[in-house]
Nanobody, 116 residues
């Protein structure tokens, strides 16, 4: 069974940092494109970042460019999202999934709350 599990969320103050982890099981993450998506209740999901394993291509949304970075650890089969200089508007549930998202890969997500 292919599965992605997010962790690393929390409550932080504006300006602080968090690193989210997305551990893949049942498959090699670098055989696919893996993305980070965030969702605020009542709003549409927003794609934040993507890693495409076959050519190590990465993409970061303009809304977080310069503050967020995607990286990988092949040995741990893990994709990370380093989030620096967090802002209250970054408050959301963060998910990792395929790019495009796959219905059966949605996990619980990681809640990130940034206080001002």
């Amino acid at each position: 069974e292919k599965q992605l599990v997010e962790s690393g969320g929390g409550l932080v103050q504006a300006g602080e940092s968090l690193r989210l982890s997305c551990v893949a099981s049942g498959f090699r993450f670098d055989d696919y494109a893996i993305g980070w998506i965030r969702q605020v209740p009542g709003k549409e999901r927003e794609g934040i970042s993507c890693f495409k394993g076959k050519n190590s291509y990465t993409w970061i949304a303009d809304s977080v460019k310069g503050r967020f970075t995607i990286s990988t650890d092949n040995a741990r089969n893990t994709v990370y999202l380093q989030m620096n200089d967090l802002k209250p508007e970054d408050t959301a549930v963060y998910y990792c999934n395929g790019d495009p998202p796959r219905r059966d890969w949605w996990g619980q997500g990681a809640q990130v709350t940034v206080s001002s």
